[in-house]
């Protein structure tokens, strides 16, 4: 069952122009991976260093904290713990996103969800350090979860089609550009709430979601440079592979002579017949050298 799980997921990561498909498998497979580790050291008396591991991962509000973990400026948006918190973000995340995967295509939703992300991050430590009303938090503040990214791909989708309907359960068809206002309103309302930081990011993610569709609509991409990274890496993956394959292949056909003196003496003795499937592969490849 195992094998048909992973070949399904390798399908569904292989196929072109899925990049929605592999941000929500990347965020599912960390929500999975963290949940597992965190049951294991939980029973085993480690929770504590799950707690310390995680909050790793978590973007601090302090900038010195965050000095000495850069990394969690990309790996807050694609880290959750909770079930319905995943769950909110991936739908809305899929619903908004395909939109802007079908119309702009695959680079798009990557640029969107990742400046989205980072944007949001750097909005929320910006604010908790520069308003005065938030410095009693800034010490104890860690933030997680992709809704600053979704909210970069919703406010995208409904700036490039903000006509785009939705029919929503109870209400009917629904204009996205409202549905997009009406969350970046709930999320305004609620900066100096508990979750300000994630409500600021919120905002932030939304912004860049805006500019981006109106920068692209005017000839600029801003998620250039971020697709051309992402292609340097997909370049010594692929790299990589060829050389693998290459060294595969040679040691497939390697062959020592006292092989060949074998196979040969086998000939002379018994006729070419007489060899198998294997030993007549053999023999051809050492021809060919």
């Known amino acids: 069952m195992a094998n048909f799980i992973i070949e399904d997921f390798k399908d569904a990561w292989n196929k072109q122009n899925n990049a929605l498909v592999k ?75 395909k939109i802007i995967q079908d119309n702009i295509g695959s680079n798009a939703v990557i640029s969107l969800y990742v400046l989205g992300g980072i944007v949001g991050g750097l909005s929320y430590m910006a604010l908790f350090n520069i308003i005065p009303y938030y410095e009693s938090r800034i010490s104890d503040s860690l933030m997680l979860g992709a809704s600053a990214g979704v909210f970069s791909v919703v406010a995208g989708s409904a700036t490039l089609l903000p006509n785009y309907t939705f029919y929503l359960l109870f209400l009917g068809p629904v204009r996205i550009k409202y549905i997009a206002l009406f969350y970046i309103l709930l999320s305004f309302l609620d900066v100096t709430g508990s979750n300000a930081g994630g409500e600021i990011a919120h905002l932030g993610g939304a912004m860049i979601g805006y500019l981006f569709i109106r920068q692209l609509q005017n000839g600029i991409n801003m998620g250039e440079g971020i697709i051309n990274i992402i292609n340097i890496f997909k370049k010594k993956s692929n790299t990589e592979k ?16 006292d092989e060949i003196d074998k196979i040969l003496d086998k000939i002379s003795e018994s006729g070419y017949s007489s060899l198998s499937k294997k030993e007549k592969e053999k023999l051809f490849n050492a021809s060919k050298k």
């Open 23 to 97: 941000i929500i498998l990347i965020n599912v497979i960390i929500f999975v991976g963290a949940s597992f580790i965190e049951i294991f050291l939980t029973l085993s008396g480690s929770g504590e260093f799950f707690n310390y591991f995680i909050n790793k991962l978590m973007l601090p509000a302090s900038f010195t904290s965050f000095i000495i973990q850069p990394w969690s400026l990309i790996s807050y948006f694609f880290l959750h713990l909770s079930f319905t918190h995943i769950l909110w973000n991936m739908l809305f995340l899929y619903w908004f996103g």
């Open 242 to 257: 060829r050389k693998e394959t290459i060294i595969n292949k040679e040691q497939k056909f390697d062959i020592s002579q």
